[in-house]
Protein backbone atom coordinates (compact mmCIF):
# COMPACT_ATOMS: atom_id res chain seq x y z
CA UNK A 1 0.00 0.00 0.00
CA UNK A 2 2.90 2.40 0.96
CA UNK A 3 4.58 1.77 -2.38
CA UNK A 4 1.19 2.58 -4.45
CA UNK A 5 1.37 6.13 -2.71
CA UNK A 6 4.95 6.78 -3.41
CA UNK A 7 3.65 5.76 -7.21
CA UNK A 8 0.67 7.88 -7.19
CA UNK A 9 3.41 11.45 -5.63
CA UNK A 10 5.58 10.71 -8.31
CA UNK A 11 2.86 10.44 -11.05
CA UNK A 12 1.28 13.67 -9.61
CA UNK A 13 4.88 15.69 -9.51
CA UNK A 14 5.60 14.25 -12.83
CA UNK A 15 2.03 15.92 -14.24
CA UNK A 16 3.08 19.37 -12.55
CA UNK A 17 6.04 19.39 -13.90
CA UNK A 18 4.65 18.98 -17.73
CA UNK A 19 1.93 20.72 -17.46
CA UNK A 20 4.57 23.90 -15.87
CA UNK A 21 6.35 23.19 -18.84
CA UNK A 22 3.72 23.61 -20.98
CA UNK A 23 2.50 26.64 -19.60
CA UNK A 24 6.01 27.92 -20.15
CA UNK A 25 6.71 27.04 -23.48
CA UNK A 26 3.79 28.64 -24.97
CA UNK A 27 3.48 31.34 -22.98
CA UNK A 28 0.91 30.51 -20.21
CA UNK A 29 -0.86 28.64 -23.05
CA UNK A 30 -0.86 31.01 -25.78
CA UNK A 31 -2.63 33.67 -23.08
CA UNK A 32 -0.01 36.16 -22.17
CA UNK A 33 0.92 38.53 -24.35
CA UNK A 34 4.69 39.21 -25.27
CA UNK A 35 4.95 43.13 -25.29
CA UNK A 36 8.62 42.64 -27.04
CA UNK A 37 6.82 41.28 -30.47
CA UNK A 38 4.33 44.20 -30.65
CA UNK A 39 4.24 46.08 -33.92
CA UNK A 40 5.21 49.34 -31.90
CA UNK A 41 8.89 50.51 -33.09
CA UNK A 42 11.13 51.00 -30.47
CA UNK A 43 14.34 52.94 -29.79
CA UNK A 44 17.16 50.57 -28.18
CA UNK A 45 19.81 52.02 -26.59
CA UNK A 46 23.05 50.42 -25.92
CA UNK A 47 26.25 51.02 -23.69
CA UNK A 48 28.46 52.45 -26.42
CA UNK A 49 25.90 55.13 -27.14
CA UNK A 50 24.52 54.00 -30.16
CA UNK A 51 21.07 54.43 -30.80
CA UNK A 52 19.03 51.74 -33.26
CA UNK A 53 15.46 51.86 -33.96
CA UNK A 54 13.32 49.07 -34.89
CA UNK A 55 10.72 46.25 -34.11
CA UNK A 56 12.57 44.73 -31.22
CA UNK A 57 11.65 40.79 -30.13
CA UNK A 58 13.24 38.36 -28.21
CA UNK A 59 14.06 40.42 -25.17
CA UNK A 60 13.71 37.70 -22.65
CA UNK A 61 16.88 35.08 -23.94
CA UNK A 62 20.42 36.27 -23.87
CA UNK A 63 20.07 37.77 -27.40
CA UNK A 64 17.37 39.97 -28.72
CA UNK A 65 16.50 40.45 -31.86
CA UNK A 66 15.97 43.77 -33.79
CA UNK A 67 14.68 44.35 -37.06
CA UNK A 68 13.94 46.90 -39.38
CA UNK A 69 16.91 49.11 -38.15
CA UNK A 70 17.26 52.57 -38.62
CA UNK A 71 19.77 54.77 -36.76
CA UNK A 72 21.03 58.20 -36.58
CA UNK A 73 23.87 59.78 -38.21
CA UNK A 74 25.59 63.33 -37.11
CA UNK A 75 26.09 65.05 -40.70
CA UNK A 76 28.16 68.28 -40.14
CA UNK A 77 29.30 70.84 -42.75
CA UNK A 78 32.85 70.66 -44.22
CA UNK A 79 32.72 74.43 -44.54
CA UNK A 80 31.48 77.60 -43.07
CA UNK A 81 28.91 79.47 -45.48
CA UNK A 82 30.62 82.99 -45.07
CA UNK A 83 34.29 83.53 -45.05
CA UNK A 84 34.26 84.75 -41.16
CA UNK A 85 35.30 82.06 -38.79
CA UNK A 86 32.25 80.90 -36.98
CA UNK A 87 31.80 79.07 -33.86
CA UNK A 88 28.87 77.82 -34.63
CA UNK A 89 28.94 74.15 -35.18
CA UNK A 90 26.33 73.17 -38.08
CA UNK A 91 25.57 69.70 -38.04
CA UNK A 92 21.91 67.67 -38.87
CA UNK A 93 21.00 64.15 -38.05
CA UNK A 94 20.08 61.98 -40.56
CA UNK A 95 17.87 58.36 -40.54
CA UNK A 96 19.79 55.77 -42.16
CA UNK A 97 18.30 52.66 -42.55
CA UNK A 98 20.46 49.81 -41.93
CA UNK A 99 21.50 47.57 -44.98
CA UNK A 100 23.51 49.86 -47.34
CA UNK A 101 26.81 50.28 -45.46
CA UNK A 102 30.01 48.45 -46.63
CA UNK A 103 29.63 45.27 -45.28
CA UNK A 104 25.91 44.58 -46.61
CA UNK A 105 24.22 43.82 -43.62
CA UNK A 106 20.60 42.15 -43.48
CA UNK A 107 17.93 44.04 -42.04
CA UNK A 108 18.23 41.89 -38.48
CA UNK A 109 20.39 42.21 -35.70
CA UNK A 110 21.15 39.95 -32.55
CA UNK A 111 22.05 42.19 -29.64
CA UNK A 112 23.31 40.87 -26.69
CA UNK A 113 21.16 41.99 -23.23
CA UNK A 114 24.03 43.07 -21.16
CA UNK A 115 24.77 45.60 -24.14
CA UNK A 116 21.73 47.01 -24.12
CA UNK A 117 20.91 49.46 -21.12
CA UNK A 118 17.00 49.81 -22.52
CA UNK A 119 14.31 50.41 -24.67
CA UNK A 120 11.82 52.75 -25.02
CA UNK A 121 8.33 52.49 -27.32
CA UNK A 122 8.36 55.38 -29.73
CA UNK A 123 5.19 57.48 -30.49
CA UNK A 124 3.30 56.80 -33.90
CA UNK A 125 3.18 60.63 -34.06
CA UNK A 126 7.09 61.57 -32.81
CA UNK A 127 9.82 62.67 -35.78
CA UNK A 128 11.48 59.34 -36.37
CA UNK A 129 8.84 56.91 -37.10
CA UNK A 130 6.93 59.95 -39.09
CA UNK A 131 10.56 59.47 -41.24
CA UNK A 132 10.58 55.90 -40.78
CA UNK A 133 7.00 55.49 -42.45
CA UNK A 134 7.26 58.32 -45.34
CA UNK A 135 10.61 56.63 -46.22
CA UNK A 136 8.22 53.02 -46.28
CA UNK A 137 5.31 54.50 -48.18
CA UNK A 138 8.49 56.35 -50.83
CA UNK A 139 7.55 60.03 -49.65
CA UNK A 140 11.45 60.49 -48.77
CA UNK A 141 14.42 58.90 -50.78
CA UNK A 142 15.71 59.10 -47.45
CA UNK A 143 14.50 58.77 -43.78
CA UNK A 144 15.21 62.48 -41.91
CA UNK A 145 13.52 63.68 -38.82
CA UNK A 146 14.75 67.18 -39.90
CA UNK A 147 16.61 67.81 -36.37
CA UNK A 148 19.32 70.23 -36.53
CA UNK A 149 21.63 70.56 -33.66
Given at each position: M??N?V???V??A????G????????????L????????N??????T???V??G?L?G???Q?A????????Q????V???????S???????T??????????????M?????Q?I??????D???V?K?????KS???????P????
Open positions: NQKLMYLYILIIIGYAAFATKGFGMKNSSTSSWQAVFLNGQYFKSTTGYTLKEIYYLVQQQQPSDSTTTNNNSSLLVKLGNELHGPKDEKINRDIFWENMKDGKVAINDYGKTPTPTSATN
